[in-house]
């Protein structure tokens, strides 16, 4: 396919958007029917929240895990083998997820679907980057994820109208109907060229054996931390907050990861746009980081938000704000050789993922000596520090021509 020809709504954006939908779908599900379907179960209400952060905490493990062994597929043997496999492999754990009896098989079949949910975004990702010219490509993939993104409002209001079980069955059967659909998308041709070439593909390794391109890829990972301390506590656990915020009215965790996520899927095209006007990836990161530690304090803020209405709003407004998921993957991807772009573009927004459970783990240390809301302050503020020094030393990579590779 001449890059000429391939805009923004052309067949592998299309085709990647309606994957990361049903990605997206299928790993906040969880989030959103996670009270339901544990006390379906027969848990206690201390132990739907107990064995939710252990269940989450295995899907995000499933990918971080899946991170690695996508991206190292991806950049081995193609682009369309990761998107292939990885569709397969998750939907067919949710159609098992909606056979579960126990909290053990939930957990073991969230972290086999967390190991195939690893592939998508990156996998495509990196195809778009590729096949689009780089005056398009940060329009594309926010458009990727702009709309993928929806799957999470998708997901909610579906949840209202069906049983868990059947919520699950739906997500894997959109993923199995994509399958079908994905025939027509076409491999990279920057992939094929490498292809040919002497050069290693998919070493992982390799990250590790270069200090330049170490300190890249470590530094890329940073960048996305807030979004997952976004949503995998500040949203996910949004009931547990209210209630140490004195907020009397009940709030539904599910339908905060829906508002969230409309914001996340607004600012996502949003910050695409920004970044094509500014001509800069690293600008428009900075706005968005800004917003971001913005809204965290309104959420710790009693006076503020003291209503199930004032916490909806506030999770509108983080999911805006950290809406720079697919700009920074594509950072990830601009910043390697076509021989490791799959690798880092699959692995870096996996391993923040999978670093979910070390956030959580740093919240939960600090609460037991304190309480949530000050644990939650201090985390949030300690992940920004972080965040925002690894995006001051980040490259820029707006408009970088991604026709090299990486030598040993």
Known sequence: MDKRTCGIFSIPVLIGALGYFVDIYDLLLFGIIRIPSLKSLGLSDEAVRT???????????????????????????????????????????????????????????????????????????TLVSEFLPKEKRGIGTSMVAGIGL????????????????????????????????RVSVFESGMFKEVK????????????????????????????GLPTWFVIGILVSFSNNFALALGITDPVDPGRAIMFAYVGISVGDILIGLLSQLLK?????????????????????????????????????????????????????????GTNLRATAATTVPNMVRGSLPLMIFLFKGIKDVSNDITAGIITGTVIMIITVTAAYFTKETFGRDLKFVETT
Do not use: H
């Open 51 to 125: 064995e939710g952060e252990f269940i989450i905490s295995l899907q995000m493990a499933g990918l971080l895990i899946g991170g690695i062994l996508w991206g190292i597929l991806g950049d081995k043997k193609g682009r369309l083998s990761v998107l292939f496999g990885s569709i397969l492999l998750y939907s067919l754990a949710n159609i098992a997820n909606g056979m579960v009896q126990t909290v053990n098989q939930y957990a073991l079949l969230r972290f086999i679907a967390g190991i195939g949910l690893a592939g998508e975004l990156g996998a495509g990702i």
């Open 150 to 181: 929806t799957g999470a409002v998708v997901a909610y209001f579906i949840s209202k109208e069906f049983d868990w079980r059947i919520c699950y069955y739906i997500g894997g059967a959109m993923g199995l109907i994509l399958l079908v659909l």
């Open 196 to 223: 040919d070439m002497n050069v290693q593909r998919g070493n992982f390794l390799m990250f590790f054996t270069n200090k330049e391109r170490f300190s890249k890829y470590i530094k890329c990972i940073l960048l």
């Open 280 to 336: 800069s990836r690293k600008k428009a990161l900075y706005i968005f980081y800004a917003m971001t530690a913005v809204f965290i304090a309104l959420y710790f803020m009693p006076g503020i938000n003291n209503t199930s209405t004032s916490m909806y709003i506030i999770c509108i407004g983080l999911g805006f704000a950290t809406g720079f998921w697919a700009i920074f993957v594509t950072i990830a991807a601009e910043q390697f």
